[in-house]
């Protein structure tokens, strides 16, 4: 019996089929079938000696078993560290930063809600509901640019996290 629980696959969203370094991907092209990528883990509830003898409600074992195909390799702690780190660096050079974006989406939201609200002029643009939502987007603007590495008592926070929304609007083409 294996001591390894499967934790995520790309089988709903395989990989594309690589055809070669001097071919440039694209969205039409076939993808790979089968369990191509997949991560497990060894549950907390797996002693050292592989048996089922623990609280089921712990961390898991700092082991992450990546397969490839039909390969299979152990990652430590640190070795999935650093593969976390390099996969969200390319997400955040290929994307921007899936935080902030998640942020800035919700701030957008908000930000129509509020000029929905305002040009309405019926009972749902209540003064207290108006403020409600324009605190709302202040408290999202200053979370934004904290998770940026602002700073609230300096001002920089609310700076970064204006200047991030700036840019995602333009990224995505949403007008304010």
């Known amino acids: 019996m294996s001591i390894w629980a499967s934790s995520f696959d790309l089988s709903d969203d395989p990989p594309y089929t690589y055809q070669g370094s001097h071919v440039l991907p694209d969205t039409d ?8 990528v997949q ?3 060894v549950p907390s509830h797996i002693s050292r000696d592989g048996r089922d003898d623990q609280p089921e409600d712990g ?3 700092p082991w992450l078993r ?3 195909y039909a390969e299979d390799a152990v990652l430590a702690r640190s070795q999935v560290a650093a593969l976390h780190a390099a996969l969200g ?8 930063h899936l935080a902030a974006d998640s942020l800035a989406t919700e701030w957008h939201r908000r930000h129509q809600r509020l000029e929905e609200l305002t040009e309405s002029g019926g009972p749902e643009a209540q003064v207290a509901i108006v403020e409600h939502v324009r605190g ?3 408290g999202l603007r200053g979370a934004l640019g904290i ?6 008592k300096d001002g920089t926070a609310d700076l970064l996290g204006w200047s991030y929304y700036q840019e995602w609007l333009k990224r995505t083409g949403e007008t304010s």
């Open 147 to 152: 998770l940026l590495g602002g700073k609230v």
């Open 136 to 138: 709302e987007l202040i």
């Open 29 to 36: 092209d076939r993808r790979d079938d089968g369990e191509v």
């Open 89 to 96: 660096s390319w997400l955040e050079r290929t994307g921007g």
């Open 66 to 68: 990546l397969s490839l």
């Open 39 to 41: 991560f497990a883990e």
């Open 59 to 61: 961390r898991p074992w």
